[in-house]
């Protein structure tokens, strides 16, 4: 299994990141895919990308949370990294409405901006979006030339939500919130294409069910599979090999 979205690069990972991996090989997951958010992270991330070469693959862009009056520069200081070093993804990227919407119009137009970087360079694009589903479709529709592709990762919206995803070519990522009891995606994944579908965790956020509430990691994938599984009533192995070959012909691993 691949856990297509994970932070392992922070610092809750500081005391025993190499164990974490560890025990999510140990878990069947060999591949964790690590989204960069801001300049900050940069290094980190390059850092455990390095220092678990068969494992680990780095995405580059900057997390709408961390989008401020400098965007134009950060941006400009972001771009320049493709240059450096081989990304699989423009990541992760969007708008968040949730926190603090101060710098929404910047965030939108960095939004576009980056999406504009991955048609350019055939990358996918990695789409972090929070109380703003409406805007982050239609933007993406406008950008939309037939050539961009990627994933909306940490979905838990709606059927029809997930259907106006698909239509335009992207990709569920399912993590922790599928097996929350009160999280709505037991309706919605029984109806879900899994053409379509990858697992991530997001760790060291949105842990799954039993673990709801503590650090999450890369080992949790299983879990995710696991719910998938029992809500499409299909076999553990039959999640595995979809989103497994889903996951390396998109970010062709």
Not at 59 to 75: I, Q, R
Not at 89 to 112: C, H, M, N, P, S
Not at 142 to 158: A, I
Request: aromatic share 8%; glycine share 6%; net charge negative.
């Amino acid at each position: 299994m691949i856990d297509t979205h994970a932070h392992i690069y922070a610092e809750e990972f500081d005391q025993d990141r190499a164990l974490v991996v560890e025990r999510a090989l140990s878990q069947g997951i060999d591949r964790i895919l690590l989204p960069n958010i801001d300049l900050d992270s940069i290094e980190p991330m390059l850092k455990t990308e390095a220092e678990f070469p068969n494992v680990c693959r780095s995405m580059m862009g900057l997390h709408p949370c961390y989008v401020n009056a400098e965007v134009k520069s950060t941006l400009d200081t972001i771009y320049a990294w493709y240059d450096k070093h081989d990304f699989i993804a423009v990541g992760e990227i969007g708008i968040d409405l949730y926190w603090d919407k101060t710098f929404r119009k910047e965030q939108e137009w960095a939004f576009a901006h980056q999406l504009n970087w991955a048609k350019e360079m055939g990358l996918p694009a990695v789409i972090h979006t929070r109380d703003s589903m409406t805007e982050t479709l239609a933007l993406l529709a406008k950008e939309q030339d037939g050539s961009l592709t990627g994933v909306f990762h940490c979905f838990g919206g709606s059927v029809e939500e997930a259907k106006a995803i698909n239509d335009l070519g992207f990709h569920l990522g399912l993590g922790g919130v599928s097996t929350f009891k009160n999280g709505g995606m037991d309706k919605v994944i029984p109806n879900v294409n899994m053409d379509f579908v990858i697992l991530e965790t997001d760790c060291p956020y949105l842990a799954p069910v039993p673990h709801r509430g503590k650090r999450n990691e890369p080992a949790y994938t299983q879990l995710v599979a696991h719910r998938i599984a029992e809500l499409k009533g299909v076999s553990l192995e039959d999640v595995d090999n979809i989103t497994t070959n889903n996951a390396k012909q998109l970010f062709k691993l």
